[in-house]
């Protein structure tokens, strides 16, 4: 009963490295989403893909971008990473479009020296 | 942009007793939805109300979708300590057809029980 699975779990940058933010869900949703949270701020929208194939940006898209892989599978990359991006990560997919019914994975802490 | 206000931000309570938390915002929102979050875990979606004027119960929980589709509040009856975590409200708006509508989410209520 996996749901949504992120990797890495925790993970340290310095300024200017690039990582990727791993996705798979189990369930057969057909979209898929990224968030960060930062304390007081709540949850942000980064990107999300409605559906295998298509990606589209959130609010806070700047410094990210995303791959949809598969149905199964979504990725968040960094490019060049900076203190900013500091935060916590979350993955997650819907099975119902547009109702704000979101499973989530367990978070992926980064942080950015 | 569409903001939510979320409060309380935090609750200390005794167990046993009942909890009370609301979100309103200026805009109207076509499904509200109240999340819970552990530490170290992600939200859990734990209740989801789709008219105006709706209240449903999951267990020791209500919630209701408040008249104006503007406000909802979440209500705990007889806390226990596994209770605890932060709990927040989100709103849904429908774009229409196959456009994504924004999914807002409040700053969270922090809720600590104590035994």
């Known amino acids: 009963n996996a749901g949504v699975t992120q990797t890495p779990k925790f993970q340290v940058l310095k300024t200017g490295q690039s990582m990727t933010l791993q996705c798979a869900q189990d369930?057969?949703?057909?979209?898929m989403y990224w968030y960060r949270q930062d304390p007081g701020m709540g949850l942000r929208l980064i990107y999300y893909s409605a559906s295998e194939g298509t990606t589209d940006k959130g609010e806070v898209p700047n410094g990210y971008n995303v791959s949809r892989l598969n149905k199964r599978e979504f990725s968040l990359r960094l490019e060049s990473a900076a203190p900013s991006q500091t935060s916590v990560y979350f993955c997650?997919?819907?099975?119902?479009?547009?109702?704000?019914?979101?499973?989530f994975g367990e978070g992926s802490r980064l942080t950015v020296l | 942009g569409q903001q939510l206000n979320q409060s309380p931000q935090s609750m200390f309570i005794q167990e046993g007793e009942d909890v009370s938390m609301n979100c309103t915002s200026s805009s109207i929102f076509n499904t509200w939805l109240w999340y819970k979050q552990e530490p170290g875990e992600g939200p859990v979606l734990l209740i989801a109300?789709?008219?105006?004027?709706e209240l449903t119960s999951n267990g020791r929980l209500t919630a209701q979708f408040g008249i104006t589709r503007k406000d909802s509040f979440l209500n705990i009856s007889a806390s226990i300590p596994s209770d605890v975590g932060i709990y927040f409200c989100?709103?849904?708006?429908?774009?229409?057809?196959?456009?994504?509508?924004?999914?807002?989410f409040g700053q969270g209520t922090i809720l600590t029980v104590h035994p």
């Open positions: 369930m057969n949703h057909n979209s």
């Open positions: 109300l789709y008219k105006a004027g």
């Open positions: 989100a709103g849904q708006t429908n774009a229409g057809g196959t456009s994504y509508g924004k999914l807002t």
């Open positions: 997650a997919s819907s099975g119902r479009w547009n109702t704000g019914e979101l499973f």
